[in-house]
């Protein structure tokens, strides 16, 4: 397949995923003597040659500085990462200068507290996140709590795994200021439904500011359908490149924003006295940028394009349904999360008696890679009453076939602890 064209395939047909594949060359790796099976991409996605290869161009035929060469290779990065914020703003629907270049989720959260809320807030006042927050949307709050004084509450769980709607209702007024939120749970794999949330938050003028990391690679993400004030992404888990990640903000708040990080490229005049700041979304991107990151996202977002968002989440949920189903089946797991519409992504499990380790450590020798620990969600763990779990996550390029593997893998675990 060439690399510049990722598998076009009719936007009725369900995934050709055996196609797909062979667009990403580490699937074709074996691992301790098996092929791999790769149940890991929540933590990090894949990437497919078109993105390796748009990298590797860069450097080879564009590399400059941004934003200051007058020279044609300048001109040529220039392009590159400013057409890199146009993908970014199609791909999630959104104007352009609310879009900033970030490294990660964690950054585009950490930049809405301190640049945001730490400067609005203070005694008196509250912040309302939930209980399901990866420690990224969780512990940015407790910074800006601890530094203004202001409230922080949490929003409380449903058995099985979905926000409480007594909880929100509760929460979701004065003095609530700011909600902080996930789109979809790294560990329970809920859909919190942000449309109907922004609504009940915007009428008590809350202001709204979500974690997408999970939901971007997903299902078609529309920001000015959802109408959240800020919404963070990472690109490594959308087929893109490590070191980049975008904070959507509503230009009218960051317009009113100071910057986060200071220094080069985001300033407008200095003098030895004083600064003024540049225009956003550049005021909050100081210093010279992930260039060649941006290139590969560009790439990335082609990709997801071309397959097409609609049926990455139709796969993505069929996935999710039949290892659920599949799962049920294995004595002694016990899973977490919801079942049903509002679910997609990954399976968190435990089997009785085995240490979530032990089985990562049992499946890695079979060539399933899973992630095992608390998934940066210690506080869920609390309320799962678990000290860890395990977890399964796919993709687009994750197949029925690899979910039979971990299935048998699970078999072979409970054959060693149990006979
Ligand atoms: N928010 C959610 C919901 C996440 O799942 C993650 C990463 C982050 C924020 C942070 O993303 P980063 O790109 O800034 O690191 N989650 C995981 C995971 O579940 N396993 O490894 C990383």
Redesign the pocket.
Known sequence: MSVAEPAQQAASKPLDVSRLRADFPILQEVVNGKPLVYL?S???SQKPESVIQAISDYYRFSNANVHRGVHALGERATEAFEGAREDVARFVNADPRGVVFV???????NLVAQAFARPLLGPGDRIVATEM?????LVPWQQVRDQTGCELSYIKLTEDGRLDQDSVEGLLRPPTRLLAV??????LGTINPIRELVEQAHEQGIVVCV????AVPHMPVDLKDLGADFY?F?G??MLGP?GT?VLYGRPELLDKMPPFLTGGSMISVVTLEKTTWNEIPHRFEAGTPDIAGAAGLSAAIRYLEAVGMERIRQHSAELTDYAQEALSEVPGLTQYGPRGEDRTGMVSFNLEGVHPHDVGTILDREGVAV?AGH???QPLMRQLGVAATT?A?FCLYNTRDEVDCLVRGLGEVNRIFRD
Do not use: F
């Open positions: 890991d929540a933590a990090t490294r990660n989720t964690t950054e585009g959260l927050e990866h420690h990224s949307n996930t789109h979809v749970s790294n560990v974690d997408g990391a999970q963070s990472s490594h888990k490590t990640g992630r998934h940066c969600c977890r996550s």
